[in-house]
């Protein structure tokens, strides 16, 4: 592969693939997948970057680009690359006061939002956002504000850069775009504190580029992509350019909570995703097992059974499965496993990198039983996403994979994992103080985390930071515990209670739908849901799934105390990042009489 700056990258596609389809977008109208040629995707990239000049932007001035997942963001991205620009992504669900600290840190002047909510949220942002000079819309239905003089929509900024009067200088500033050059100002979540914008530059990109070509040797141009995460996200966004990189086709999924339906719309052989994804598919297949009875339960059980021993047991270890099991498998990949596949809409599935959050080992295990090629990574924004991921036939359940290429890792003081390479960020945007503190004296990046390393294998501890100390002096990994609570069919959100007390206790946010099930079936009556999380029945039937799902852990990291809560946390209560992290801090503040009450 050639390794060209991002500026260049859509040109030398595009000469390669011409009229063939780059990206798809689901209009929402007519219901129909709209395709976009490479054709198509360099002119209008051009005509961006065109008018990204009529507008004065100068080489490496940050644009702001604050939107749902849109073609348009691609056609900003690159335009802002051939002109040696920044661009900064905002989650499309950032709040005003987060939206005018990222303006503010980054002195935005020109910026993009998808639709009504980004419109709103920014014009409520703007008094206090003295840099802002221009807003440019991308969604026509958006309904702007009667005192708005300033933004204008997309239509509007592409027809000032179609005369194409700005060529010469968009071509020069194209040529002499260096591996130095910043290219993304990416601001991480917050969990605690402010959030902090991480430089990636040109260099950044690239190496991880050649990184993943040398490991990914599975992916090619026949591959279609579904961008279902925020491209704001390392993860999707370096992923989404990866594709690009590649030739595949990328399938942009507007609106989250759809993917169930697009998923099946295009049926795709590549999709990035966080562990909830998983959980949930794993929770849907445990439901219909039990509800199934004689013969067919029986063949679905062993159909994991036999999965279980074929794929891990054997391959994952290099070794050859016994006949019997080889033929069993292959009966029921005909008749169970392509049904279940077909049934989520990834029956054309090459493999489905997760990341974001642990992957609890049941779930990465059921998922490789039957045949999904679930892709378990570690990575962060810091390192341009992937330091490390799990391989497709020889893999160690537990571990996050192998270490990539090109990227050096270190296990320091704490067992904190340390890393240096040409993928990590040179440091944090205006935190100079913070810099000093995020590497070590001799130039390694700290992440906060805590693992071990196996060879060339990575197992995660937990986050160093998050680590509790019990009043009696002992220490509990919370992330630890929640990962294996998650898996449950009455777990859907779950914040443990440590730090200075006596005994580990839990905050639930239930899954509603199964409870009210088990109530129905258990004829438990209740008025609300406030009534049903308080009913003894039910908190006994969910006391008794911790205490199995917990044997494992020692007395002291046991729950001893949960409360069932009758709604689930919020972003609205500032209770989530925009990645859906718990906020604890906020958590324990907002719960905070009803964590008193679990340790009276």
């Given at each position: 592969?050639?390794?060209?700056?991002?500026?260049?990258?859509?040109?030398?596609?595009?000469?390669?693939?011409?009229?063939?389809?780059?990206?798809?977008?689901?209009?929402?109208?007519?219901?129909?997948?709209?395709?976009?040629?490479?054709?198509?995707?360099?002119?209008?990239?051009?005509?961006?970057?065109?008018?990204?000049?009529?507008?004065?932007?100068?080489?490496?001035?940050?644009?702001?680009?604050?939107?749902?997942?849109?073609?348009?963001?691609?056609?900003?991205?690159?335009?802002?690359?051939?002109?040696?620009?920044?661009?900064?992504?905002?989650?499309?669900?950032?709040?005003?006061?987060?939206?005018?600290?990222?303006?503010?840190?980054?002195?935005?002047?020109?910026?993009?939002?998808?639709?009504?909510?980004?419109?709103?949220?920014?014009?409520?942002?703007?008094?206090?956002?003295?840099?802002?000079?221009?807003?440019?819309?991308?969604?026509?239905?958006?309904?702007?504000?009667?005192?708005?003089?300033?933004?204008?929509?997309?239509?509007?900024?592409?027809?000032?850069?179609?005369?194409?009067?700005?060529?010469?200088?968009?071509?020069?500033?194209?040529?002499?775009?260096?591996?130095?050059?910043?290219?993304?100002?990416?601001?991480?979540?917050?969990?605690?504190?402010?959030?902090?914008?991480?430089?990636?530059?040109?260099?950044?990109?690239?190496?991880?580029?050649?990184?993943?070509?040398?490991?990914?040797?599975?992916?090619?141009?026949?591959?279609?992509?579904?961008?279902?995460?925020?491209?704001?996200?390392?993860?999707?966004?370096?992923?989404?350019?990866?594709?690009?990189?590649?030739?595949?086709?990328?399938?942009?999924?507007?609106?989250?909570?759809?993917?169930?339906?697009?998923?099946?719309?295009?049926?795709?052989?590549?999709?990035?995703?966080?562990?909830?994804?998983?959980?949930?598919?794993?929770?849907?297949?445990?439901?219909?097992?039990?509800?199934?009875?004689?013969?067919?339960?029986?063949?679905?059980?062993?159909?994991?059974?036999?999965?279980?021993?074929?794929?891990?047991?054997?391959?994952?270890?290099?070794?050859?499965?016994?006949?019997?099991?080889?033929?069993?498998?292959?009966?029921?990949?005909?008749?169970?496993?392509?049904?279940?596949?077909?049934?989520?809409g990834i029956e054309n599935g090459n493999f489905f990198p997760t990341a974001g959050a642990?992957?609890?080992?049941?779930?990465?295990?059921?998922?490789?039983?039957?045949?999904?090629?679930?892709?378990?990574?570690?990575?962060?924004?810091?390192?341009?996403?992937?330091?490390?991921?799990?391989?497709?036939?020889?893999?160690?359940?537990?571990?996050?994979?192998?270490?990539?290429?090109?990227?050096?890792?270190?296990?320091?003081?704490?067992?904190?994992?340390?890393?240096?390479?040409?993928?990590?960020?040179?440091?944090?945007?205006?935190?100079?103080?913070?810099?000093?503190?995020?590497?070590?004296?001799?130039?390694?990046?700290?992440?906060?985390?805590?693992?071990?390393?196996?060879?060339?294998?990575?197992?995660?501890?937990?986050?160093?930071?998050?680590?509790?100390?019990?009043?009696n002096g002992k220490y509990i990994a919370p992330q630890a515990i929640e990962t294996t609570?998650?898996?449950?069919?009455?777990?859907?959100?779950?914040?443990?209670?440590?730090?200075?007390?006596?005994?580990?206790?839990?905050?639930?946010?239930?899954?509603?739908?199964?409870?009210?099930?088990?109530?129905?079936?258990?004829?438990?009556?209740y008025n609300d849901m406030k009534d049903l999380v308080a009913n003894k029945e039910i908190?006994?039937?969910?006391?008794?799934?911790?205490?199995?799902?917990?044997?494992?852990?020692?007395?002291?990291?046991?729950?001893?105390?949960?409360?069932?809560?009758?709604?689930?946390?919020?972003?609205?209560?500032?209770?989530?990042?925009?990645?859906?992290?718990?906020?604890?801090?906020?958590?324990?503040?907002?719960?905070?009489?009803?964590?008193?009450?679990?340790?009276?």
């Amino acid at each position: 592969m050639d390794y060209i700056n991002l500026s260049k990258m859509i040109k030398a596609r595009t000469a390669k693939y011409g009229r063939r389809e780059a990206l798809k977008y689901r209009d929402y109208d007519s219901s129909q997948w709209i395709p976009i040629s490479w054709n198509d995707f360099d002119e209008t990239v051009d005509i961006c970057a065109n008018a990204l000049v009529e507008y004065s932007i100068k080489e490496q001035e940050n644009i702001g680009v604050f939107s749902q997942n849109k073609p348009e963001c691609l056609f900003v991205d690159f335009g802002a690359y051939s002109n040696r620009a920044v661009t900064i992504p905002l989650y499309a669900t950032s709040s005003a006061p987060q939206v005018e600290y990222i303006i503010k840190d980054a002195k935005i002047r020109l910026i993009f939002v998808g639709e009504q909510y980004q419109y709103d949220t920014i014009m409520q942002a703007l008094p206090n956002c003295p840099t802002i000079e221009k807003i440019i819309i991308f969604d026509p239905k958006v309904i702007r504000k009667d005192n708005d003089t300033i933004s204008v929509y997309m239509s509007e900024f592409l027809k000032q850069g179609k005369a194409q009067q700005h060529r010469e200088l968009v071509e020069k500033r194209r040529n002499d775009s260096q591996q130095t050059d910043l290219v993304n100002i990416l601001y991480t979540s917050g969990t605690t504190g402010e959030p902090k914008g991480v430089m990636l530059h040109q260099s950044n990109f690239t190496v991880a580029f050649k990184n993943h070509d040398e490991r990914l040797t599975y992916m090619s141009d026949k591959d279609v992509s579904m961008n279902f995460l925020p491209m704001t996200h390392i993860f999707e966004r370096a992923w989404v350019y990866l594709c690009l990189h590649k030739g595949v086709l990328v399938c942009i999924n507007l609106k989250p909570a759809d993917i169930q339906m697009t998923i099946k719309e295009i049926r795709p052989t590549l999709m990035c995703s966080v562990p909830r994804f998983w959980e949930k598919v794993y929770a849907g297949v445990q439901e219909k097992i039990a509800e199934t009875k004689g013969i067919k339960k029986k063949l679905m059980l062993d159909a994991i059974r036999v999965g279980k021993i074929h794929n891990i047991d054997y391959l994952s270890k290099g070794l050859t499965p016994p006949l019997g099991i080889r033929l069993k498998y292959k009966f029921y990949d005909k008749f169970i496993y392509s049904l279940l596949k077909r049934v989520i809409g990834i029956e054309n599935g090459n493999f489905f990198p997760t990341a974001g959050a642990a992957v609890p080992d049941k779930i990465f295990e059921f998922c490789r039983s039957v045949g999904i090629r679930l892709v378990v990574g570690y990575g962060l924004t810091e390192s341009t996403a992937t330091v490390s991921f799990t391989d497709f036939d020889k893999y160690t359940i537990g571990s996050v994979g192998k270490i990539m290429p090109n990227v050096h890792v270190r296990i320091g003081e704490n067992d904190e994992i340390q890393l240096k390479g040409d993928t990590i960020t040179k440091g944090y945007y205006n935190k100079p103080e913070v810099n000093k503190e995020a590497f070590t004296e001799d130039g390694w990046f700290r992440t906060g985390d805590a693992g071990r390393i196996e060879g060339d294998l990575i197992f995660l501890k937990e986050r160093i930071k998050d680590l509790f100390k019990t009043s009696n002096g002992k220490y509990i990994a919370p992330q630890a515990i929640e990962t294996t609570m998650v898996v449950d069919k009455f777990i859907d959100q779950i914040c443990i209670v440590a730090d200075q007390r006596k005994y580990v206790s839990a905050l639930i946010v239930p899954d509603y739908k199964n409870l009210k099930a088990y109530a129905e079936e258990k004829g438990i009556k209740y008025n609300d849901m406030k009534d049903l999380v308080a009913n003894k029945e039910i908190i006994d039937a969910v006391t008794e799934h911790i205490d199995i799902l917990q044997q494992n852990f020692a007395h002291f990291e046991q729950i001893k105390k949960f409360t069932l809560l009758p709604e689930p946390f919020s972003m609205e209560k500032g209770e989530l990042t925009n990645t859906l992290k718990i906020k604890r801090h906020v958590v324990y503040k907002n719960y905070a009489e009803l964590i008193d009450k679990m340790y009276e």
